[in-house]
């Protein structure tokens, strides 16, 4: 496609479950993004991948949090034994810049994760 | 410790008359400034974009200005259109860095 594509749209999980949250670039795209959205807050930082390399992971916020990128493409962010702060819109967001911080970053539709 | 702040939670314009967002931030070493909008169930989309060695940068109808000894910025949107309803956050980035910071939002009311 041509956007960004993300996966599942809609998420219902039961506290202490794990959920995996699937994030297609657009091609060709270098840097990746993940963003958490709380309700009436902004996007939040969580990961940065430049190819397949995570070059910063400062924003997850505790071990339960993990991403991956492992062919510099499709990326998955991975949320174990959930909790009910976790819940949130999860955005992904690429750019054909190395990092984000020149250019304009292109923004999926997110996943909206809801926790029981 | 917010290091972009958007004061305005909501703001409503008549159509045909000038919106106009603001936006704060903290940290002196930002150098890239960044606007985006955002309508309901859709991800963000970009505006418009401003670097620190500039005071303003227009867009058509779009308009950014940056005051850096006051670490402010703000957004002019001249006409607001009914489409432009929509929430509008800002960014801030260091070059040093990797990532973009954003502000809460503000909710832009076009009104008829």
């Known amino acids: 496609g041509a956007g960004v594509s993300q996966s599942p749209r809609y998420k219902v999980a039961k506290r202490g479950q794990d959920v995996a949250l699937r994030c297609d670039p657009i091609?060709?795209?270098?840097?990746l993004f993940w963003y958490q959205q709380a309700l009436g807050q902004g996007p939040e930082f969580l990961t940065y991948?430049?190819?397949?390399?995570?070059?910063?992971k400062s924003g997850l916020p505790s071990d339960r949090f993990f991403a991956e990128r492992p062919e510099g493409s499709v990326s998955t962010l991975k949320i174990q034994r959930t909790q009910q702060e976790d819940s949130a819109v999860y955005l992904c967001?690429?750019?054909?810049?190395?990092?984000?911080?020149?250019?304009?970053?292109?923004f999926g539709e997110g996943s909206r994760l809801t926790v029981l | 410790d917010q290091q972009v702040k958007q004061n305005s939670p909501s703001l409503s314009v008549q159509e045909g008359r000038i919106s106009i967002l603001n936006c704060d931030y903290t940290?002196?070493?930002?150098?890239?400034f960044l606007w985006y909008k955002k309508y309901p169930a859709e991800g963000p989309t970009f505006l418009i974009s401003?670097?620190?060695?500039?005071d303003k940068n227009e867009d058509g109808r779009f308009t950014v200005f940056l005051n850096k000894s006051a670490k402010h910025l703000s957004l002019h949107i001249v006409p607001s259109q009914p489409g432009d309803s929509a929430v509008y956050f800002c960014?801030?980035?260091?070059?040093?860095?990797?990532?973009?910071?954003f502000g809460k939002g503000t909710r832009l009311h076009i009104l008829p």
């Open positions: 091609s060709g795209h270098v840097s």
């Open positions: 991948f430049q190819n397949e390399a995570q070059l910063d």
């Open positions: 967001a690429s750019t054909h810049l190395s990092g984000g911080n020149t250019g304009e970053l292109f």
């Open positions: 401003i670097s620190s060695i500039k």
């Open positions: 960014a801030a980035s260091d070059r040093r860095d990797d990532k973009i910071i």
């Open positions: 940290n002196s070493m930002f150098d890239y």
